[in-house]
Every structure is written in C-alpha cells, then in structure tokens.
C-alpha cells in the first residue's frame, strides 16, 4: 500500500521560495499509470490543487499558479518536489502530496505539513 509523507520548512520568509518534498513508500513513484499531485489548504479555504507529476514525468500545473510553481522527482528516492517562488503569506497553507490513477483523483493523501509565510 502506498503511503506518503510530506517534509520540508514550517517558515518560509516573504518572497522566498517554498521547496517541499514528497516521499512515497510501499510503491514507486515511476508505478505505470500514477499521478503525483500537490494540494493545499489555506485556512478558511477549500482544498486548492497546485500540480501534478505523472509517473512518467509529464507535468500539470494549475493555472493561476503555474508562474511560480515547479515539479520535479528522484525516481532513485521516489521523491517527488513542489517549489513555490516568491510566496507571500497567502501562501500559508497546509500542504498535501497526494497520488492517484486519475488526475484529480487523489487516492491517497499524506498527513500535510503546515508551511507559514511570515517575516
């Protein structure tokens, strides 16, 4: 069974960037046919979806953040990363990696990790 984990800074300045990693266990991040995604949730807002990496490396982006947000992955640590750049405080949010066998079909989620952007 796949589980995922989600690790990087809980602070991140104004106008940094966000780099988080995802790493999947009890799978591979190359399995045929999964997608790789990062989702988040900003507080006192619905779930938002940001990207996607599919396993063979294809990457989606939301529109309304694809200027300043990169996927990439370690198929040798199965690792997946989301960086965000020149974040803002509203960019607060909890951050999910999730995985599925359809695009916006989030099967499995990680336990998130609160990222707050403040000075």
């Known amino acids: 069974q796949v589980q995922l984990q989600e690790s990087g800074p809980g602070l991140v300045k104004p106008s940094q960037t966000l780099s988080l990693t995802c790493t999947v266990s009890?799978?591979?991040?190359?399995?045929?046919?999964?997608?790789w995604s990062w989702i988040r949730q900003s507080p006192g807002k619905g779930l938002e979806w940001m990207g996607t990496?599919?396993?063979?490396?294809?990457?989606y982006y939301s529109p309304s953040l694809k200027s300043r947000t990169s996927l990439s992955r370690d198929t040798s640590k199965d690792q997946f990363t989301l960086q965000l750049t020149s974040v803002t405080p509203e960019d607060t949010a909890v951050y999910y990696c999730?995985?599925?066998?359809?695009?916006?079909?989030?099967?499995?989620w990680g336990q998130g990790t609160q990222v707050t952007v403040s000075s």
């Open positions: 999730g995985a599925g066998t359809r695009i916006f079909r989030f099967e499995t």
């Open positions: 009890g799978g591979s991040i190359t399995t045929y046919s999964y997608y």
């Open positions: 990496i599919y396993y063979n490396g294809n990457t």
